[in-house]
């Protein structure tokens, strides 16, 4: 008994770094959440992706410039990020193309320069760390970044819920009462670009958005409602965290896969045996249907 | 073929403030997409306390005259007046394709919604709107759906649902595109029963149809498009053989 207290809690009561990690991904799994469930909700789950790659020559462009300054590679990040979003979005809107066939063209013309700029200072191990995460040895200027930059998107998600909703929900509804639908979609890809930012740190620019689509991906199976799914994502986020962050420490393994392989077995673990629609359920539920059939057809003979 | 002579439109409508305002007025009315006009030179008010039937083949140019008076596309040439505030006084109900139905809302949610012109992006939701809401449920027969998710909801029921957003929306002017679309005979009537309802109370109603028998049993007014007002007025004048077989080759004659 002592002994499963000790694996659970002692590694974060002994050790800062650990303390420190976990409070890092768990500030960002509770907003990468919700945001990874209006993803979902929006049909756009591989956006979070192509963003993900989309910041990249920012954060390198602040690299080369600053040097391995947050601030400069967060503000990179950003700008980038909405750059390709707005640019993507106002093809769509002017020429017939859909959004996610420019979205896709724009951020591989944006990894394409990432990858180039990257190149352009050689294979640095720094800019790896960035580029895959280090979660074991966040600083105090990143572990800010990323608490601010969630508690931020927490607030905003909560104050604009609605529109986000019904946006999403009747796009025509909201355009007709004068909901401003092209404000509260770029919002929302701001909160998106900021949270990723912010997350680069934590789990690396490619592995953050498995901390913000796992979890959604995950609430379907157990949640019906948009809000209580964007709970359940965020708990689920920081479970995965938690879990990870522990593998990562007893197994001796890298944190940041840990964290989203955590992420992905609760997943699995989901799909097969969530309540509403699992395979499992699925499964009982043809066969009583088989087996209702059958007794109607044994009645009818 | 519009380009040219686009100011005329200006000029023709400097707007007479008139002592009784229809709730819609169409002066010379162009719509369309691009290069391609959907609807050529419709002119004519729908009153306030009317109820019309939009007719016309597929194709006829409704939903684009939907649209031009909701202030979604504007005028190639021509000009659409309203009556009324165009937010808050007219509510529309589309064709249902603009509905995302595996969205996990509860049609409860969904009927709140018609409260937004009160309601807003932030202001709370008060007792009044909740008893609104069970209210509207109730005249549309979803009483006992209040909670469920609308991915589950038949077609009928959805279209009842939306029905009583409309309700929640509390509105002068009311169009709707289709709404019987995909809709059995039963629902059909109750629903007509609400317009006739409504109607009854004093708002303006507009509705695209396709049942040709329903607009004569329950419509008093009818505009038959076809591309251009093929006829417009109370329906057993517009809806006549002869109207209908005209607009049947104005449209045909546009495609081939």
Sequence with gaps: MMGVIEWLFLPFIEYGFMRRALAGSLALALAAGPLGVLLVLRRMSLMGDAMAHAILPGVAVGFLTAGLHLGAMALGGVVTGLLVAMLAGLVSRLTPQREDASFAAFYLVSLGLGVLLVSLRGSNMDLINVLFGTVLGLDDAALLLVTSASSVTLVVLAVVYRSLVVECLDPFFLRHNRGMGTAVHMLFLVLLVLMLVAGFQVLGTLMVVGIMMLPAATARFWVRSAGGQMVFASILGCLASYFGLLLSFHANVPASPAIILSAGAIYFLSVLVGPLDGLVHAAQQAYARRRRLSAVSERVQ | ?256
């Design chain 2, 1 to 256: 073929m519009a380009d040219g002579r686009l100011g005329y439109g200006l000029v023709v409508s400097v707007v007479k403030i008139e002592t009784s305002m229809p709730a819609i007025e169409l002066d010379q009315v162009y719509l369309g997409w691009r290069d391609r006009l959907a609807v050529r030179d419709v002119s004519g008010r729908f009153e306030k306390g009317s109820m019309t039937a939009l007719v016309g083949p597929n194709g006829a140019g409704k939903s684009t005259l939907i649209k031009g008076i909701m202030g979604q596309i504007s005028p190639v040439r021509g000009h659409i007046r309203l009556g009324v505030d165009a937010v808050t006084q007219i509510a529309c109900m589309p064709q249902a394709d603009s509905l995302d139905r595996n969205f996990p809302i509860t049609v409860y949610d969904l009927v709140a919604l018609g409260a937004w012109p009160r309601t807003g992006h932030w202001r709370g939701f008060c007792r009044d709107e909740h008893a609104r809401v069970l209210d509207a449920l109730s005249q549309v027969g979803l009483a006992d759906f209040a909670s469920r998710i609308i991915g589950t909801l038949s077609g009928g029921q959805l279209q009842r649902a939306l029905f009583a957003r409309l309700l929640m929306h509390d509105a002068d002017v009311l169009l709707l595109d289709e709404p019987f679309a995909s809709v059995d005979r039963a629902t059909t009537d109750d629903l007509l029963g609400l317009l006739a309802d409504w109607h009854a109370r004093g708002r303006t109603i507009i509705v695209v149809l396709h049942d040709l028998e329903a607009a004569r049993q329950h419509f008093p007014e009818a505009l038959l498009l076809a591309g251009q007002v093929v006829a417009w007025g109370p329906v057993e004048q517009v809806l006549t053989p002869d109207n209908l077989h005209l607009a049947r080759h104005l449209c045909a004659g546009d495609y081939l």
